[in-house]
């Protein structure tokens, strides 16, 4: 629809286009009554055999987007499908938007909270009703001269996710900078999602940035999954540390940490702005789990080689000891609190350090006898096919007539995790698990290594393509 003057679509006549999407088109349009309004065409395919169930999906999904009545969400005003495809009518705000805002630098915490105050209400409002926004970004923040913010093209993510099924394959459903680590999951979107995204807008109005940025949606999807958001701070010297402390709250990976409303996160942010407590600065850290075996790694010291010498497992080990129940217990506990540290010390994400515990003893490599600790892999099996972000459980079993004091999970010379101060007192076997999230496409070679104080095993080797 380049030539869009004197286009009609319905009842409106299109006078030229002020805005294109990837899923769609914005244009400048009057009503029969001649009412200037925005009319938004969504892409569709109305040759496609399943073109009837995507439009009656539109028309359930555009209702309950009309039914929220709030002053700072923008109303939908009209709604309906023709030839050029399904489309959505809104009152014109001709003040720009919120990224035209960002665009002239950074916003001062008094002018940022401003906004954020109004689009924490309008989600609030949104999410009473459970409907989830999905895609927050400035370029969906319109503005008035009058100082209101209108929070527009709600579920629109959503109702387009049907056409990128058969139209456009491939298409992320969001916009990758905004998006919350349960959305790249492809997990259920519930009212933290949109937290997360407004923690970025914030991030974003306070210091001219977003936390992550990456010229390729899978970069960005790691970031978003393992790293943890550069403080505040970094681009702005003057942003206090509580009002950091409160939008890294915001952008925590698990969701559960996050506040539990976008009014919360607002009102913790003006609690910070005047000087008060905040819940982001009393936030109570996980209780350490003591005595479980499994301590934080740290980088190799210089004595130890990567080591490479692959060899096939043999069969399945048998039934665990009831002890080792009671481990596996402990240690899974011990990676949920961990992973609620947010992205600093992610434990049970593939290819993160844990940081160093200044009680633990470095092993050091001796000559090789016979008598020597033994591993055998019993899961998964060598050459396993696996996906990006899945949780790979493997699980190893230590044979030694002495007792074992530490296990490691490598991936060449860094530790990806490790058991350490274990004492079998003779006892064998011993079986262990690791969990492990790979997090890029590629063939990757880990290596668990036994220790018995000075004397370490023989490698043993796990392939696994990561798909």
Same mark, same amino acid.
């Given at each position: 629809?380049d030539?869009?003057?004197?286009?009609? &679509?319905?009842?409106?006549?299109l006078?030229e286009? &002020?805005? /294109?999407?990837?899923?769609?088109?914005? *244009?400048?349009?009057k009503?029969?009554?001649?009412?200037?309004?925005?009319?938004?065409?969504?892409?569709?395919d109305?040759?496609?055999?399943e073109?009837?169930?995507?439009?009656?999906?539109?028309?359930q999904?555009?209702?309950?987007?009309?039914e929220?009545?709030?002053?700072?969400?923008?109303?939908?005003?009209?709604?309906?499908?023709?030839?050029?495809?399904?489309?959505?009518?809104?009152?014109? &705000?001709?003040?720009?938007?919120?990224?035209?805002?960002i665009?002239?630098?950074?916003?001062?915490?008094?002018?940022?909270?401003?906004?954020?105050?109004?689009?924490?209400?309008?989600?609030?409002?949104?999410?009473?009703?459970?409907?989830?926004? /999905?895609?927050?970004?400035?370029t969906?923040?319109?503005?008035?001269?009058?100082?209101?913010?209108?929070?527009?093209?709600?579920?629109?993510?959503? $109702?387009?996710?049907?056409?990128?099924?058969?139209?456009?394959?491939?298409?992320?459903?969001?916009?990758?900078?905004?998006?919350?680590p349960e959305?790249?999951?492809?997990?259920?979107?519930?009212?933290?999602?949109?937290v997360y995204?407004?923690?970025?807008?914030?991030?974003?109005?306070? %210091?001219?940035?977003?936390?992550?940025?990456?010229?390729?949606?899978?970069?960005?999807? *790691?970031?978003?999954?393992?790293?943890?958001?550069?403080?505040?701070?970094n681009?702005?010297?003057d942003?206090?540390?509580? $009002?950091?402390?409160?939008?890294?709250k915001?952008?925590?990976?698990?969701?559960?940490?996050?506040y539990?409303?976008?009014?919360?996160?607002?009102e913790?942010?003006?609690?910070?702005?005047?000087?008060?407590?905040?819940?982001?600065?009393? %936030?109570?850290?996980p209780?350490?789990?003591?005595?479980?075996? !499994?301590?934080?790694?740290?980088?190799?010291?210089?004595?130890?080689?990567?080591?490479?010498? *692959?060899q096939?497992?043999?069969?399945?080990?048998?039934?665990r000891?009831?002890?080792?129940?009671?481990?596996?217990?402990?240690?899974?506990?011990?990676?949920?609190?961990?992973?609620?540290?947010?992205?600093s010390?992610?434990?049970?994400?593939?290819?993160?350090?844990?940081? /160093?515990?200044?009680?633990?003893?470095?092993?050091?490599?001796?000559?090789?006898?016979l008598?020597v600790p033994? !591993?055998?892999?019993?899961?998964?099996?060598?050459?396993?096919?696996v996906?990006?972000?899945?949780?790979?459980?493997?699980?190893?079993?230590?044979?030694?007539?002495?007792?074992?004091?530490?296990?490691?999970?490598?991936?060449?010379?860094?530790?990806?995790?490790a058991?350490?101060?274990?004492?079998?007192n003779?006892e064998?076997?011993?079986t262990i698990?690791?969990?492990? &999230?790979?997090?890029?496409? %590629? %063939?990757?070679?880990?290596?668990? !290594?036994?220790?018995?104080?000075?004397?370490?095993?023989?490698?043993e080797?796990?392939?696994?393509?990561?798909r």
């Amino acid at each position: 629809m380049d030539n869009a003057t004197s286009k009609r &679509i319905g009842e409106y006549t299109l006078v030229e286009r &002020i805005g /294109r999407g990837g899923m769609s088109e914005v *244009y400048r349009a009057k009503s029969s009554s001649g009412q200037d309004v925005a009319l938004k065409l969504l892409k569709s395919d109305p040759g496609h055999p399943e073109e009837a169930i995507f439009l009656a999906r539109f028309r359930q999904e555009a209702r309950i987007i009309a039914e929220l009545d709030h002053p700072h969400i923008l109303q939908m005003l009209d709604y309906g499908d023709s030839e050029a495809g399904v489309y959505i009518v809104m009152p014109l &705000i001709e003040g720009g938007t919120l990224a035209d805002l960002i665009r002239q630098g950074p916003l001062s915490p008094e002018v940022a909270c401003h906004w954020l105050t109004q689009l924490a209400s309008a989600l609030d409002h949104a999410h009473k009703i459970d409907v989830v926004h /999905r895609d927050l970004k400035p370029t969906n923040v319109l503005l008035d001269h009058d100082g209101n913010a209108y929070l527009t093209d709600f579920g629109i993510a959503k $109702l387009t996710s049907f056409t990128n099924d058969f139209t456009e394959t491939g298409n992320v459903l969001g916009t990758p900078a905004y998006m919350a680590p349960e959305q790249w999951k492809d997990e259920p979107l519930h009212a933290p999602a949109d937290v997360y995204g407004l923690g970025v807008m914030t991030y974003l109005m306070l %210091t001219g940035h977003t936390p992550f940025e990456s010229e390729t949606p899978h970069a960005m999807m *790691y970031q978003h999954l393992d790293q943890a958001p550069p403080p505040l701070r970094n681009y702005v010297e003057d942003i206090s540390l509580a $009002l950091e402390q409160v939008v890294l709250k915001a952008l925590s990976k698990n969701p559960s940490e996050r506040y539990g409303s976008a009014g919360a996160f607002a009102e913790d942010f003006k609690q910070a702005l005047e000087g008060k407590k905040t819940l982001a600065s009393v %936030t109570v850290a996980p209780t350490p789990i003591r005595n479980t075996g !499994i301590q934080v790694a740290y980088p190799p010291p210089p004595g130890i080689p990567s080591y490479r010498r *692959y060899q096939m497992p043999d069969k399945p080990a048998g039934q665990r000891t009831l002890w080792w129940r009671w481990f596996a217990l402990s240690t899974a506990i011990f990676g949920l609190l961990f992973m609620g540290i947010g992205g600093s010390a992610l434990a049970l994400w593939g290819d993160n350090l844990f940081s /160093r515990d200044s009680s633990d003893t470095k092993p050091t490599v001796t000559p090789r006898s016979l008598d020597v600790p033994r !591993i055998r892999l019993d899961s998964p099996a060598n050459g396993s096919e696996v996906s990006v972000g899945d949780e790979v459980v493997i699980q190893v079993t230590v044979f030694d007539r002495e007792g074992v004091t530490r296990v490691e999970l490598r991936d060449g010379d860094t530790i990806l995790g490790a058991a350490n101060s274990v004492s079998l007192n003779g006892e064998s076997p011993w079986t262990i698990e690791f969990r492990y &999230i790979p997090n890029t496409v %590629t %063939t990757k070679y880990l290596e668990i !290594i036994a220790f018995r104080g000075s004397v370490s095993s023989d490698p043993e080797v796990l392939n696994l393509r990561v798909r």
